[in-house]
């Protein structure tokens, strides 16, 4: 099994606050207190690409061979489904509470977030201080718009 | 006469569904439709560029030599007249009605559309499911961005 | 002293309508204007990066030597103090009227800005023709969106 | 038939002299100048892509549906027999003599080239200057490598 | 231990033949090969960065938390080392044979270099053709310079 | 006068060892060094284009107005010649041994270089052991092509 972890180049925004690094530190970490056998899995960062019509071969290019593709997102499963690959659903658990953005909601409010995530990955956002960074990215001037940071942002 | 195809980088956005080839088959049967003989055009895709202010340079480097320009965009209009071309409006038909913001709205909504765009063009979108892109690309995972794909989305 | 000109590759959007050599001239004037002695500053226009992560080494690339930074936007402090750099806020004079924000806006509506420049800078955008310029790219033909221009605009 | 103008983003090399602009009026010159049909073309330039893994996807996004490919660039060859295109060579008519590398090479000393290219082509890269333009890229100050220009030069 | 896959965006180079996803693969077939448990070992890959200056902190935001590196490029040894990385060598085995380079020379000219990997990695190679894709890269017409492809080719 | 650091996100190579920041140091030393009132020039970092054509235009964004370019660069001299400016030689003072080209040479054989170069630039060189890093970048592995870092390398 292959796991692609996309947008790789971003971290530091609020929808997508940490590292590619970060990300796999953490994935690796959740599949360990899963007791899954980490063997079982490539993880594999992937940058996004320049143009959507190269993002299926950018994804090809950058990964083992695979067969079929399992994605929630609308685009990725048009654009694979327009390369001619089998895409499929992952049945979601519990989404309402389950997923990043509620988690990144409860962090931002200082709320309850550790029940939500394994203990190890927990600490680990604790220690590189990411819960902290993510209240630092939601806090703007507003009197202007932000200038300095990365290339396309909107 | 040279028609730019403009963000020819760009496909499978909302507002931007079709690839430049696409756009280039397209216009080709919509002027073929219209009895234009297609000599009378060169259609050339151009990408956006790096920077707003590298946009005339790369606009000229892509295409035949010209003397006027023909924009209804502010953005485009305002770089060209910085650079000293003359600029000149394009007199729109029936702008509410034949508008793509309105053939892709209907296309959604599985409205009527085919009654806006000529019939090759309605047999060539259907041909390639353009209208199941459309469509597709509007279904979104709310819970959660998407993240796959262009560089530089916002 | 250095001072960096972020983004300076964009131009030509409302909320940063001039060019990098445009906003040199401007803080050199307004220096000038308020009798700083312009030995005491160097000017580095420099580009967004193409990730968050990279904009940190980018801004040491492009300028010369420095321990302290100076700014109050929320991401540009996050991403120095996770490179160790001690960060200091700018104290602001009068933020609800001297904000580019407002005079952006009052030249949009064709209102009073000139008393919130310097004479010499209010001269300067004058004669490019900046407060036309900000009023065309307010103007956009809204049954379509813009699509010409830069890479990664949202 | 689809004519792709490759590295439509080059120009002033001296392998790559000309726009893709400058190339597309050479090319429907000399079509022209054949007595072949223009109807019969579909002149495309597409930009070099970021990976040689993206190009093949590049191509079939900025042109119109195609089935064969005929090109005699062993890269080009390779990489759409991998996405599993039929590839053709292209047969070449007295391939010493014209030869783009013998033409710039004769530019270069002054020779005779008009005899290489149909006279339409020959008035059109006179009008522009452009065999100036390849003796003065030719020209470089010897003690020192070129800096100015493009992104990615060798 | 993490392995970095550097310059991920290339292949289909004469000294760069692979993808990322394909040297993934032989990498893991030959730790496999060689015995070692695949659990000691993180494989990702980074893509090259605009800039050598960036360098750093893009393999630092691809990858888990690392303290030393370990490397015989003298580029990456110095970019780290400015970066106040610890930085050592890595011990080659019979470095005249066991090179990269030496095993391309041997498949390019129908040498024998299945005795200079292991046969899981030499199968792999047989199947996805890398053999003669390097052999038809090495093929060009040297009449002419290669034009479509990657940006920033040399 | 204002002084453009072309191929700004270029260091870390031969031809270009030093960052922007580090040649703007040296520079605004050397004038200091040569008696030249600083307030005489404007430093302005400018990074290389996406393509030849936009260089001008890239120049021209980064910089405050100017009317005539001073250059030795053929390339620079022909795409501001063809953007209708005027384009002046720099007269060279005893160009075999005041250039860069020997300067490096010299550092890289231990030679005697600081006699070329004024007493503060040396300095600043020695402190940040910039011909140390020359002689670093000097060294390859030859038996393997070096892989990490910029973008576009050849």
Chains 1, 2, 3, 4, 5, 6 share one sequence.
Request: hydrophobic share 40%; aromatic share 8%.
């Amino acid at each position: 099994m292959i796991v692609v972890i996309g947008s790789a180049e971003k971290s530091h925004e609020l929808n997508n606050p940490f590292t590619a690094g970060e990300r796999i530190e953490m994935i690796r970490q959740a599949l360990r207190a899963a007791g899954v056998d980490p063997l079982c899995c490539v993880l594999v960062p992937v940058p996004d690409a320049e143009a959507h019509t190269a993002w299926v071969s950018q994804v090809v290019a950058y990964t083992p061979r695979f067969d079929i593709v399992y994605t929630n997102q609308a685009l990725t499963r048009r654009l694979f489904l327009e390369a001619e690959y089998e895409v499929r659903e992952i049945p979601l658990y519990m989404r309402a509470e389950y997923s990043a953005t509620e988690i990144r909601r409860r962090m931002l409010e200082n709320g309850d977030w550790n029940s939500l995530v394994p203990k190890e990955v927990y600490d680990f956002i604790r220690e590189i201080k990411g819960d902290e960074r993510i209240r630092d990215l939601a806090k703007t001037d507003n009197a202007e718009g932000e200038q300095g940071g990365r290339k396309g942002r909107s």
